[in-house]
């Protein structure tokens, strides 16, 4: 499995993003995707997710600001970032699982996009 992300860039507080992250090499439809992101310095944390069903589940870091859906007839899953604020700067990485059961454990990660957001 092949992902890559993009839709990154540098914003102001309080401007929108979307992250695109397009999956090749096995059946998208199958797959838990999530987002991560990583800060300078720090570790990488979840962020969102979204079910072979569609269900979802944010960090509550970013509930209420960031949705996560998927197009499964494109294989690609998205994150619009509204609100943004200074401390989601980070690169931002999107992930496949094939698992049945969630434990951040990824099967497949894809190379980052930065996010950068002014104050």
């Known amino acids: 499995v092949q992902l890559q992300a993009s839709g990154g860039g540098l914003v102001q507080a309080g401007d929108s993003l979307r992250l695109s992250c397009t999956s090749s090499?096995?059946?998208?439809?199958?797959?838990?995707m999530a987002w991560f992101r990583q800060a300078p310095g720090k570790e990488r944390k979840f962020v969102s997710r979204?079910?072979?069903?569609?269900?979802?589940y944010s960090a509550d870091s970013v509930k209420g600001r960031f949705t996560i859906s998927r197009d499964n007839r494109k294989n690609t899953v998205y994150l619009q970032m509204n609100s943004l604020k200074p401390e989601d700067t980070a690169v931002y990485f999107c992930?496949?699982?094939?698992?049945?059961?969630?434990?951040?454990?990824?099967?497949?990660w894809g190379k980052g996009t930065q996010v950068t957001v002014s104050s």
């Open positions: 992930a496949a699982t094939y698992g049945s059961t969630w434990t951040q454990a990824m099967d497949y």
């Open positions: 090499g096995r059946a998208f439809s199958m797959a838990t």
């Open positions: 979204i079910a072979t069903g569609g269900s979802t």
